[in-house]
């Protein structure tokens, strides 16, 4: 069975420009989890969907980060425009029940210079 | 305030050696906690998961254990290996909430 698959695995842009992260989540899994880890620290949740609906989304900064799960399997983070303060690992998750097992992919590193 | 607190921060051990990672938390209620292991450049990967009502779980050289009258949890490796280097992470699952809340993690280093 194939794990959680996120693209790209790295990413470096200079500040002010856009950048996408996608995630597709393990087949039947419900619940999808976009998080931010910064170095030598813990996952930080940004969004939980489940299915397409957007059941928590407190930790995003809306002014410039945005995520879509358009048909409830795939997702798409985008952050515009980034700032130094983004630059960290973007981890997406998903679980087949919302307080199940989480599975994570193996994270999109971005650098912003 | 719901919180995970891990400590040591960082530790460094022989190959060979035994190891014990701490784990408090004031999350309440919850109604399970796990153990990741995430190797460095990678996502975490599931150790260990009990529930409120379990003391003790292993998976192979792991064993966590579960006080949840004290609010505390460890993860003990034995007989540490090169590939056991890599940051162990707390999550407590906070029922009140919906929300999965994950401790900053303890660097291992085992060295040869």
């Known amino acids: 069975e194939a794990g959680v698959v996120q693209s790209p695995r790295y990413k470096i842009i200079e500040k002010k420009q856009p950048v996408a992260f996608w995630c597709n989540p393990i087949s039947g899994h419900n619940t999808l989890y976009w998080y931010r880890q910064n170095l030598g620290q813990g996952p930080e949740l940004l969004i939980r969907y489940e299915n397409e609906e957007a059941v928590d989304d407190s930790q995003l900064p809306k002014d410039r980060f945005s995520a879509e799960r358009l048909k409830g399997v795939d997702s798409t983070l985008k952050i515009q425009p980034a700032e130094l303060g983004d630059s960290a690992v973007y981890l997406c998750?998903?679980?087949?029940?919302?307080?199940?097992?989480?599975?994570f992919g193996e994270g999109s590193r971005l650098t912003v210079l | 305030k719901n919180q995970v607190e891990q400590s040591p921060q960082s530790l460094i051990i022989l190959e060979g050696k035994n190891c014990t990672l701490q784990c408090n938390y004031t999350v309440s209620p919850f109604s399970n906690l796990r153990w990741y292991k995430q190797d460095t450049g990678r996502g975490p990967v599931s150790l260990t998961i009990?529930?409120?009502?379990?003391n003790t779980k292993s998976n192979g050289r792991y064993t966590a254990t579960l006080d949840a009258d004290t609010k505390q949890s460890s993860l003990h490796i034995t007989a540490s290996q090169l590939s056991d280097s890599a940051s162990y992470i707390c999550v407590v699952f906070h029922t009140g909430g919906f929300k999965t809340i994950f401790g900053a993690g303890t660097r291992l280093f085992v060295k040869a």
């Open positions: 009990m529930t409120f009502s379990e």
């Open positions: 998750a998903s679980s087949s029940q919302g307080d199940g097992e989480l599975f």
